[in-house]
């Protein structure tokens, strides 16, 4: 089994200094699919999340996992060419201020965790 996204968002939070919430994801997001519905208190996974062979889109999967137990909001799809060096995506990243910002090259969307 692929954990790609998952380890990906977990490296991110870790190196963000989040360790609990780094393990309390992961521990979310390696879930199977019906663990993740009782965790998550759903009967069934939003229409997005799900893939075209009734699975979880692993990417949906944990943007769904940080929205919902995390206070995670989606700030919407990124144009992936702006941020092919790390001089544009340092000049990008500048011009947002939040207090807790994700961006992970793998993903191609950003998060903020509201405080």
Same mark, same amino acid.
């Given at each position: 089994? &692929? +954990? !790609? *996204?998952? #380890? %990906?968002? %977990?490296? =991110? +939070?870790?190196? =963000?200094?989040?360790?609990?919430d780094t393990e309390e994801f992961r521990n979310l997001s390696t879930m199977s699919a #019906?663990?993740?519905? &009782? *965790? =998550?208190? %759903?009967? &069934?996974p939003p229409k997005n999340v799900q893939d075209h062979r009734h699975g979880l889109d692993p990417v949906e999967k944990?943007?769904?996992? +940080?929205e919902k137990k995390f206070n !995670?909001?989606?700030f919407g799809y990124l144009n992936t060419d702006h941020f &092919?060096?790390? *001089?544009? $995506? $340092?000049?990008k990243l500048k011009q947002i201020r939040l207090m807790h910002l994700w961006y992970c090259p793998s $993903?191609?969307?950003?998060l903020w965790k509201t405080c």
């Open positions: 089994m &692929k +954990l !790609c *996204a998952e #380890g %990906a968002i %977990a490296n =991110m +939070l870790f190196h =963000m200094n989040l360790r609990d #019906g663990e993740i519905l &009782k *965790a =998550m208190s %759903a009967d &069934k944990c943007i769904w996992i +940080l !995670c909001r989606r &092919k060096t790390s *001089a544009a $995506v $340092v000049e $993903v191609p969307f950003l």
